[in-house]
């Protein structure tokens, strides 16, 4: 075929294009005849879970509780901070809470996920060194302190899915998160989505019927072998990169996945799913316990190796609305404690649970203000902190801290977890990120800091 032949050339945009968009964009790169072995879908080996609470939560509310008959309104001036406690009238108990043999105190909106110290590592004091809402976020997506307000390096599940290569067809889903891929192919790219049916309807036949020019093309093309484009196109692997992706689309369509996300679909394993997680009959199914939901059928049925999501949101909170934060923040913990429930309750077919495979990272782009300000709300703070829960990590205990005075970050001797104000160092999103990393035996380099060691299971 010659290469000024109209159809050639149509035919070479079609790979292209085929392979860029279904190679890169939608699922994994694994050769297909190892997709096709696979497919009865295995869960993978290690999995992770990275969980975003949206507009920079309160920490007296959640890691980082004061005793309120120790920081008083009467020794506010002293301590700068306030912890309002006696504030709410949701009618529930607004105090910290150590559950029974827990090293960790929790505040009042961490609810039901308190049962789950003995899964959990909490780290205190963690410097954002930004006070922007996109800047946090995407220090703590990246591990990467960004250029201005533009993320650097690639999202740490883009990391894990490079490093790994998992056989699993969607290796990596991003629900209401941003993701971002630096030096990997394209096949450890997330595929992103805004709402639940976002992901059902990306899984499913299309019911749009194309150009008759251009569906007879892709016809012709879908029975012949790469061959006169071979040559021009095998360099950089684009035809056989459209082959491995157009079988691995015809699998994942063949396979119903996206039904397993459809959870208003009557069958037993939906019902179940709806049952377990409180969700209504029909959709939509963007509530935290939905997105929880879609979190631990990704995990558990094989079908993805990391999911990154916007678990909730609305915690930008500067006016008056102490009892409208707590709310928020415990809706996603609750959320949070239901999949731990699921996947503690799942046998994993290597042995152990789910939440013994599972490694979760919890995080916001920063914290709020330890003082309440004019408008009875809280405003944009340094000091941060986070949750590690799972695999990989050690459980139930504490790691850094936060001063007396205005809960500023304090220095940490970052070998053993030690205070130290005269030579100790600031905990960073790096060191988190390093840390998530390592405890899969991952390179962490990319981060140009070592992980916080004591954390690291053994």
Not at 355 to 376: C, G, K, Q, W, Y
């Amino acid at each position: 075929m010659k290469k000024n032949d109209p159809i050639a050339t149509s035919r070479r945009t079609l790979l292209k294009a085929g392979a860029g968009f279904l190679g890169a964009s939608l699922l994994g790169g694994l050769p297909f005849r190892s997709f096709a072995q696979a497919a009865v879908l295995k869960p993978a080996d290690r999995c992770f879970v990275f969980v975003y609470f949206s507009g920079g939560w309160d920490q007296l509310l959640a890691f980082d509780p004061r005793d309120p008959d120790v920081f008083t309104p009467e020794r506010v001036a002293e301590t700068r901070i306030l912890p309002g406690y006696n504030l709410f009238t949701d009618g529930t108990a607004p105090f910290p809470i150590t559950p029974a043999g827990s090293n960790i105190t929790f505040g009042p909106a961490v609810a039901n996920l308190t049962k789950h110290y003995n899964r959990m590592a909490v780290v205190r004091g963690v410097n954002m060194t930004t006070l922007a809402h996109e800047e946090g976020m995407r220090y703590f997506i990246t591990g990467k302190r960004p250029i201005g307000a533009a993320a650097r390096g690639s999202s740490t599940a883009t990391e894990v899915v490079g490093q790994l290569v998992p056989t699993v067809p969607i290796p990596s889903i991003a629900y209401g998160v941003e993701s971002y891929n630096d030096r990997y192919p394209g096949s450890a790219n997330a595929l992103r989505v805004s709402r639940s049916t976002d992901l059902v309807n990306t899984l499913k036949p299309s019911t749009r019927k194309l150009d008759s020019q251009i569906e007879t093309e892709l016809l012709a093309l879908g029975g012949e072998p790469v061959t006169c484009d071979e040559a021009a196109l095998s360099a950089g692997g684009v035809g056989d990169s459209y082959h491995t992706s157009r079988e691995q689309v015809l699998q994942v369509l063949q396979g119903g996945l996206s039904e397993k996300f459809n959870f208003a679909v009557k069958n037993t394993e939906n019902n179940a799913v709806r049952a377990f997680y409180g969700l209504p009959d029909t959709g939509p199914y963007d509530s935290a316990a939905g997105r929880a939901a879609l979190v631990a059928t990704a995990l558990k049925l094989g079908i993805s190796q990391c999911v990154s999501i916007n678990l909730v949101g609305g915690l930008d909170t500067h006016f008056g609305t102490q009892t409208t934060h707590l709310s928020n923040l415990r809706t996603g913990f609750n959320a949070l404690a239901r999949l731990v429930d699921d996947l503690e309750s799942t046998p994993h077919p290597s042995g152990g649970d789910f939440m013994d495979h599972t490694t979760i990272l919890v995080f916001s782009e920063f914290a709020r203000t330890p003082l309440i300000n004019a408008t009875n709300g809280r405003d944009h703070h340094l000091t941060n902190s986070c949750l590690l829960m799972g695999a990989g990590v050690k459980h139930n205990m504490v790691f850094g801290h936060s001063g007396d005075i205005g809960m500023a970050a304090g220095l940490v001797d970052l070998k053993t977890g030690a205070k130290d104000s005269n030579n100790g160092e600031s905990i960073l999103p790096d060191h988190i990120i390093a840390t998530v990393l390592a405890s899969a035996g991952l390179d962490y380099s990319i981060t140009r800091v070592e992980p916080l060691k004591p954390l690291l299971a053994t």
